[in-house]
C-alpha cells in the first residue's frame, strides 16, 4: 500500500471546514497525490519548463476580510476556483490537503510550498458539494463567469 493510499479521505465541505478551523498552514493541491509529488519535491511552469522551488497549491487559511462568514462557504469558494483541473490535467488528477511552508509564488501568484505534509484526499463528491454551494450565492455575489469543470 502507498503513501498516498493511506491517507483518510474528506467526504464533506463540513469535514474540510473543520479542518482548516482546527489548523493554520493547510493548502490544496490539484494532482495524481503525494506519493507522485513529494518524489519531484517541486512543480514545473508549464509554459516555460522552469523548475520553482515548491509544489504549487492554494491556501485554504481563512482570509480576515472574510470576517464572520462560514468557513464552510469559504472553502467552497477555494475548491470552486479551481474544480476545472481534473479535467485539464488529465486522469488520476484530484485534490489533496497539505500543511507547509510557503518557499515563494508560481506564474499565477500561486504559493509554491515546501516541507509538505499530507494531511488528507477530498472526495469528488465534495467538489460537486462545493459547486452547489457557490451557485446558490449567485443572486448575491453575481456570475463568477468560470467553467468549474
Given amino acids: 500500500m502507498s503513501a ?3 491517507l ?3 467526504h464533506s ?3 474540510l471546514a473543520a479542518l482548516v ?5 493547510l493548502y490544496v493541491r490539484w494532482s495524481r497525490g503525494p506519493e ?4 519531484a519535491t517541486s512543480s514545473t511552469d508549464e509554459l516555460t519548463g522552469v523548475r520553482m522551488p515548491g509544489l504549487s497549491a492554494n491556501p485554504l487559511d481563512v482570509e480576515e476580510w472574510w470576517q464572520d462568514r462560514s468557513v464552510e ?27 507547509g ?3 515563494g509564488r508560481g506564474p499565477d501568484n500561486e504559493p509554491l510550498v515546501v516541507d509538505v505534509e499530507p494531511m ?21 455575489w453575481g456570475t463568477l463567469r468560470r467553467s468549474g469543470g
Fill in 4 to 6: 498516498s493510499d493511506d
Fill in 8 to 10: 483518510r479521505v474528506l
Fill in 13 to 15: 465541505l463540513a469535514d
Fill in 21 to 25: 478551523e482546527r489548523h493554520q498552514g
Fill in 36 to 39: 507522485t509529488d513529494l518524489g
Fill in 73 to 99: 462557504l469559504w472553502v467552497a469558494r477555494r475548491l470552486y476556483d479551481y474544480a476545472h483541473l481534473p479535467h485539464d490535467k488529465g486522469p488520476g488528477v484530484r485534490p489533496w490537503v497539505l500543511r
Fill in 101 to 103: 511552508r510557503e518557499r
Fill in 120 to 140: 488528507c484526499w477530498i472526495d469528488a463528491g465534495v467538489i460537486e458539494e462545493a459547486r452547489a454551494a457557490v451557485m446558490r450565492q449567485e443572486a448575491q
